[in-house]
């Protein structure tokens, strides 16, 4: 009988379950969680189920990052090179017979749709944070050589389909690990002055390079299309520019205060387009006003920061670099996403994280969450 009065009660069963959760990371999430249905409710009110829809994506990926949490991190190492090696031939099999919709061929049925270059981006920091705890202690540059070539070969697959805005996020997964793995300044300095000397000459001769008839070779044309209507949106307002355009508008109008929930006429007359998705920041921009967006960037800012902490003070190579690329991936989507609403980058397809709709980049999300969180919960385990 004493046995059965000395049984611990349930909330001491399940005490280690949650033990190790990040308090600040868990805190800025559900701040950016909190917005995101705030700003879905608004814009997407005409929208059918997608309020909802949006809820149920972001229990689901809450549930994947609980799960996640509980895997070591010495277990997620196991699954770099299935997960990096299964999204390769998914993508070799998706050039070669995958389903095309709106001019791009990015999906394939196995069994059921599904987009093979969502898996890179957590299977790419993955793969090249395996890579380089392998060679922890010896490395050289031919090491950083072969980093170059794992990642070259996935993002040369995405751009080719062609998905600018997910090549993008998956090359600045990859340069995180190499970046944080200990590149030498000496390579970053040169890609880095080219890029900017590229940059002044397109700016300087925008007349010359936009016009039509001139190929860029290494761009597609809807990717220059897109990089010449950044440099001057006014030159097709209607058309190529509206986007850019109207998103400057409603940014502008919100002000300091912003006008109000449910207020934007910018986004209940659907002058933004896509303002449930990758323009979703117009909208809260225009209804929350300069105020709103202050308080958007700070938990963001804390979340990054705090992804950033937990990188620093992990047990392992392994887990540093792991940690410090999901943080840069949440970091590029936000800055990406931001300032391509705000007029300062090209519009590529980059969602807002927590903020925007959509069921497959929130299930990235949580598994991203879930890696720190993993990562956070080792560090404090060891330390008890």
Not at 133 to 157: I, N, S, Y
Not at 170 to 178: Q, R
Request: with cysteine; net charge positive.
């Amino acid at each position: 009988m004493s046995a059965v009065f000395n049984q611990p009660s349930l909330a001491r069963r399940i005490a280690p379950i949650f033990q190790g959760f990040d308090g600040f990371l868990a805190f800025a999430v559900l701040l950016l969680a909190f917005a995101g249905l705030l700003t879905m409710y608004s814009s997407g009110y005409d929208h059918g189920s997608r309020f909802v829809d949006h809820g149920r994506n972001m229990l689901l990926a809450g549930f994947i990052m609980f799960v996640v949490a509980q895997v070591p991190p010495q277990r997620l190492m196991m699954f770099a090179v299935p997960l990096y090696a299964a999204g390769v031939a998914l993508l070799i099999a998706v050039a070669l017979f995958g389903i095309t919709k709106k001019g791009a061929q990015r999906w394939i049925n196995v069994g059921m749709v599904i987009q093979p270059s969502e898996i890179l981006k957590i299977a790419m920091p993955l793969m090249l944070a395996w890579w380089f705890q392998r060679r922890e202690g010896q490395l050289r540059p031919l090491d950083f050589v072969v980093a170059t070539v794992l990642l070259a070969v996935p993002v040369g697959l995405i751009m080719k389909q062609p998905d600018l805005g997910t090549s993008l996020l998956v090359l600045a997964a990859g340069l995180a690990v190499i970046f944080f793995a200990g590149l030498p300044w000496k390579l970053i300095v040169p890609p880095v002055v080219i890029g900017a000397i590229a940059i002044t000459l397109i700016v300087s001769f925008e007349s010359t390079l936009c016009a039509d008839g001139v190929d860029w070779r290494v761009l597609h044309d809807y990717q220059k299309q897109r990089v010449c209507t950044l440099l001057d949106p006014s030159k097709d307002p209607l058309g190529k520019g509206f986007h850019i355009i109207q998103g400057m508008i409603a940014i502008g109008s919100g002000g300091v205060g912003g006008k109000g929930f449910m207020q934007g006429t910018q986004t209940h007359l659907e002058f933004i387009p896509e303002r449930t998705t990758d323009f979703i920041f117009a909208a809260y921009s225009e209804e929350f006003g300069l105020v709103g967006n202050l308080a958007l960037i700070s938990a963001f800012i804390l979340l990054i920061f705090r992804g950033l902490a937990i990188a620093t003070s992990a047990t392992t190579l392994f887990s540093r670099l792991l940690a410090g690329a999901v943080t840069m991936i949440f970091f590029t989507y936000a800055f990406v996403n931001m300032g391509m609403v705000s007029g300062i980058l090209p519009v590529v397809g980059v969602p807002l994280p927590f903020i925007s709709y959509g069921g497959t980049a929130m299930v990235t999300l949580g598994l991203g969450l879930g890696i720190l969180m993993s990562i956070a919960r080792a560090r404090k385990l060891a330390q008890n």
